[in-house]
């Protein structure tokens, strides 16, 4: 009889031993793929972050590569050759300026629109005077004008200027930067 209460005590306890032990191991197995997945996770978040910032320099790239090197903007002018500065050209262009330009641009410092001092060495040329000769379709197409769009919230109007007469301004642009 002692034996037999002895057994199923012994019996007892081991289940109870048995379901503990099980317990655990369940919940260790648990909180090891609970990590796992939060590694997972991580990795994730890093590689996105990865790819953003890949995606940003490109476009800095592409940004840079078109304002300094072969943006040509959108519009009349495909081609400006250049010659050395001629000095009556940019007189003439200096009296358009005065009139048609000075309302909202100064050289050295922003006004209505950007300071000029220095544009003829962030744009090409062509972008330049198609600004000056097709301004409207340039701030919805052109992603740099876009940008100065958003900076300004000003748009630059046309300025009824001929195609001489950006060139004129061109000139007058360029011997500014020459100083
Ligand atoms: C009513 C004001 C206004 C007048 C007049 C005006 N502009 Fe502008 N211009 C702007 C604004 C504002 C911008 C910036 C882009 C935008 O918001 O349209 C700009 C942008 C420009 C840019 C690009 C500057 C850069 O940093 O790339 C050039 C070049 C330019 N203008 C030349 C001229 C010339 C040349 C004339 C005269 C024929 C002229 N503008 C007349 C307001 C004006």
């Known amino acids: 009889m002692m ?39 991580e990795q994730k978040i890093v590689q996105e972050q990865k790819v953003v910032r890949d995606d940003s320099e490109q476009k800095q790239d592409i940004y840079q590569r078109q304002t300094e090197t072969s943006n040509k903007g959108v519009g009349p002018i495909q081609e400006v050759k250049v010659e050395p500065i001629d000095l009556a050209l940019a007189s003439r262009g200096k009296e358009i300026f005065d009139m048609k330009c000075s ?13 000029l001092k220095g544009v003829t060495k962030r744009r090409t040329y062509e972008w330049i005077m198609n600004m000056i000769l097709n301004p409207s379709e340039m701030l919805q197409k052109d992603q740099v004008a876009k ?33």
């Open 103 to 115: 309302a909202c641009h100064k050289l050295e410092e922003r006004y209505v629109g950007p300071p």
């Open 3 to 41: 034996s037999l209460k002895l057994l199923s005590f012994n019996f007892v306890s081991l289940v109870f031993c048995l379901s503990i032990f099980f317990t655990f191991s369940c919940q260790r197995k648990k909180t090891a793929e609970h990590q796992e997945q939060k590694i997972v996770q």
């Open 147 to 179: 940008e100065l769009f958003e900076q300004y919230l000003i748009s630059m109007p046309y300025q009824n200027v001929s195609q001489e007469e950006a060139r004129a301004i061109l000139e007058y642009l360029r011997s500014a930067d020459e100083k």
